[in-house]
């Protein structure tokens, strides 16, 4: 069973900035892929959490949501067991809560569907 543990969530202003870390509690992590999802405030909880950004297993390939795209940035640092998502010139819509989540087929998948754990998700806020 792999526990997931988010951090590094806050309170910013438009066009600031924040690094969401997450650390993953064993050594096959780094057979995952990993991604970062979004819940919005509002939405129910069980419904469909958007897709922000996923990372192969090797950390190579990587995949973005539109909505993100040249704005965050997500990495992995295998020894350390260590996701991040690198949010640049945030925007109120970026408002949510965010989770990490590990897929153990190794490939880069952007449907919540595909991954097996999750975190408990830290909180972004973004004010205009």
């Known amino acids: 069973q792999v526990q997931l543990v988010e951090s590094g969530g806050g309170s910013v202003q438009a066009g600031g900035s924040l690094r969401l870390f997450c650390v993953a509690s064993?050594?096959?992590?780094?057979?995952?892929?990993m991604g970062w999802f979004r819940q919005a405030p509002g939405k129910e909880r069980g419904k469909e959490r958007e897709?922000?950004?996923?990372?192969?297993?090797?950390?190579?390939?990587?995949e973005y949501a539109d909505s993100v795209k040249g704005r965050f940035t997500i990495s992995r640092d295998k020894p350390k067991n260590m996701v991040y998502l690198q949010m640049n010139n945030l925007k109120p819509e970026d408002t949510a809560v965010y989770y990490c989540?590990?897929?153990?087929?190794?490939?880069?998948?952007?449907?919540?569907?595909?991954?097996?754990?999750w975190g408990q998700g830290t909180q972004v806020t973004v004010s205009s």
């Open positions: 989540a590990a897929d153990t087929w190794g490939q880069t998948a952007q449907s919540f569907l595909s991954y097996e754990y």
């Open positions: 064993e050594r096959t992590f780094g057979n995952y892929a």
């Open positions: 897709f922000v950004a996923t990372i192969d297993w090797s950390g190579r390939r990587t």
